[in-house]
């Protein structure tokens, strides 16, 4: 094995949270920053993710900094796709954005904050585009935004190299977290003529971890095997409920209409009200509005 894979919680921090060169390089190629205005420099922030869930404890992988005109930037590594993922999302750039006053009370100090989420699953199932950008924007003229915030979900089984034909290093970058694993012995040769893509290579090599270090990363896969058997879980015992629910359900509805049925046959038949709720455990009420809905005394 020469090369591990980039979504892993110890090679992508390796990769992007212990070099900024290569995390402004991948920034500046994913994210739709304003023309001039391209990140310069970065310094790493804490990282101050919502309590996790065990559920949540292996999915995702975040690195955060702020930059050189003060934006500060959230980029997530989101494994598995979950319904509460955009809210938290939401909060966790809402938060970085609000506590800028920690240190100020002058608003138009206020620096925006930046979303990068990569899920390596496909959510927006109906669609065909992998890359999906969020702002506030006035719903009646979206050329008028609110600044601020800023989000950026990427499906990464959607992307294909094929079809892109502009933004090279973006799709270098991205080309970089979709084919490398494992399996790979030889690299692309576009991957390799690309400075910034070769020195993340070299960080992924087999050869560039300790024991300990490989122990870590089979650990974090295991925990990711070990969630998606639980959400699988859940998801099959929901759907053996109410597969079940429904069978009952229908079993309910079906012997109604087959009671109505009889009773309507009796009615026509010229059966009185008390025979026909013998028959049928239909109320006189019941009866009645058939009768009614017959047009029949």
Not at 11 to 40: C, D, R, Y
Not at 189 to 199: F, T
Not at 237 to 266: D, F, L, Q
Request: charged share 25%; net charge negative; glycine share 4%.
């Amino acid at each position: 094995m020469n090369y591990l894979d980039p979504k892993n919680d110890l090679t992508f921090k390796k990769v992007f949270g212990q070099h900024p060169h290569l995390l402004i390089s991948f920034l500046n190629a994913m994210l739709p920053l304003p023309e001039g205005s391209f990140i310069e420099s970065l310094e790493y922030l804490p990282a101050e993710m919502v309590p996790e869930t065990p559920l949540m404890k292996f999915s995702i992988v975040d690195v955060r900094c702020k930059d050189n005109f003060g934006r500060q930037f959230i980029v997530e590594m989101q494994m598995n796709w979950t319904t509460g993922f955009m809210q938290r999302v939401l909060f966790n750039a809402s938060k970085a954005y609000i506590k800028q006053l920690d240190k100020t009370f002058n608003y138009n100090a206020l620096q925006p904050v930046y979303a990068l989420n990569l899920i390596n699953e496909v959510f927006e199932t109906e669609k065909s585009d992998f890359y999906h950008h969020y702002q506030i924007v006035n719903i009646a003229d979206t050329e008028k935004q609110l600044e601020g915030l800023e989000f950026v979900f990427i499906e990464l089984p959607k992307f294909k190299a094929d079809k892109i034909s502009e933004k090279k290093l973006q799709v270098l970058w991205l080309r970089f977290l979709t084919e490398i694993d494992e399996s790979i012995t030889e690299v692309p040769e576009e991957l390799l003529n690309s400075n910034e893509i070769k020195e993340a290579l070299e960080n992924l090599r087999t050869s560039a971890f300790t024991k300990a270090e490989l122990e870590s990363y089979d650990k974090y896969w295991d925990g990711i095997r070990t969630q998606i058997t639980l959400e699988w879980g859940k998801f099959n015992k929901g759907m053996t409920e109410g597969i079940e629910k429904g069978r009952a359900e229908g079993k309910a509805e079906g012997k109604a209409e087959e009671r109505i049925a009889i009773a309507k046959n009796g009615i026509l038949a010229g059966l009185s009200n008390e025979i026909i709720t013998a028959l049928t455990q239909l109320t006189p009420e019941q009866i009645a509005h058939l009768r009614k809905e017959m047009n029949v005394d």
